[in-house]
Structure formats: structure tokens, C-alpha cells
């Protein structure tokens, strides 16, 4: 990729083209601005791009939590779970304990898939019910299910577990 059109400032104060790490970073940066604490989360695209750029570089999966409240304002977003590149352990009691900790009125989970592989298992629509069983006993809503592979974020497992684009 050609970063000739992007510049940035040395540490003598030179300005060079930017590296594709230091693109990297700014866009990290930006779109983390984007999903910080209280702001809203009203559209799915926000949250997909926001987690493109936090997991799409990862080699291990990773499951995490965006905590929001009533209004769907980002209360916290938390990598919970690591894993390696097929698969990561997931305690639904820790994700309540974190919502109860936080105050959360509902969430998104998320996980990549860094092997590539999109398609949804067995044990991810397991989980998805346990979490969201879980989450609805301290009325903590689950409003969306993430997956990122290395191709594409996929949304929900199974749209009769996880509400739609109308939940955001």
C-alpha cells in the first residue's frame, strides 16, 4: 500500500510519509474515540467498525463486552476472555459480574475468529444462550453478537437469540 499522500512529524520535526504502523494507530485511536464511555451507539455500523479495527490484527481469539446503558451510551468495553487462535473460554458468571459491577442495562459481545473461519459452531450458539439466560436474570438485555474473522464482522448468532439492528 502507498502512504505517499499521508505525512506525519519526525522527532526533529521533519515531516516524512507516515509508516502503515503509524496509520494504523491513528486509525485505532480514532475509531476508539468513537466507542468511548457515553458515547451512543445507535447504529451496528459504529460497533462493526470499532471492533474491525481492535481484533482484525489479532492472532488469538479474544471474547469481550461492550457495557451500555439504558440510552445505549458505552459504559466500558472490556476484552474478558483470551484465547488461542480456536477458541477462548467463556464464564457467563464473569460477564455478570462485570454488567452488575458496571450497571450496565445491556450488551454486546463480541469474539474474532482469527483462523479466518466465519461460519458459527455449536458451542458459540451454547454460550450466546447461556450468556444471554445469564444476562436475563438481572435484567441486563444481550442486544448483539459479534464474531470478526479475517474477511468480515458477522453479526448475531441465530437472529432468534439476538434482537436485530432495531435494538441499536
Do not use: W
Amino acid at each position: 500500500m502507498s502512504n505517499h499522500n499521508l505525512y506525519t512529524l519526525s522527532a526533529d520535526g521533519a515531516v516524512v510519509p507516515a509508516s502503515s504502523e503509524t496509520i494504523l494507530i491513528a486509525a485505532r485511536q480514532v475509531l476508539a474515540h468513537r466507542v468511548r464511555r457515553g458515547a451512543s451507539l445507535q447504529s451496528p455500523q459504529k460497533a462493526g467498525e470499532y471492533l474491525t479495527v481492535r481484533l482484525g490484527h489479532l492472532d488469538y481469539e479474544v471474547f469481550g463486552l461492550i457495557l451500555v446503558d439504558k440510552r445505549h451510551r458505552v459504559i466500558e468495553c472490556v476484552d474478558l476472555f483470551r484465547g488461542t487462535i480456536d477458541g477462548a473460554s467463556v464464564h457467563p458468571r464473569e460477564i455478570v459480574k462485570l454488567a452488575l459491577q458496571k450497571s450496565a442495562a445491556a450488551c454486546i459481545v463480541y469474539h474474532n475468529h482469527p483462523s479466518g473461519v466465519a461460519d458459527q459452531s455449536q458451542a458459540e450458539e451454547l454460550i450466546t444462550a447461556r450468556v444471554k439466560e445469564a444476562l436475563a436474570l438481572i435484567d441486563v438485555r444481550l442486544v448483539d453478537h459479534r464474531r470478526r474473522s479475517r474477511r468480515a464482522i458477522v453479526r448475531g448468532i441465530g437472529t432468534s437469540l439476538i434482537c436485530g439492528a432495531a435494538c441499536l
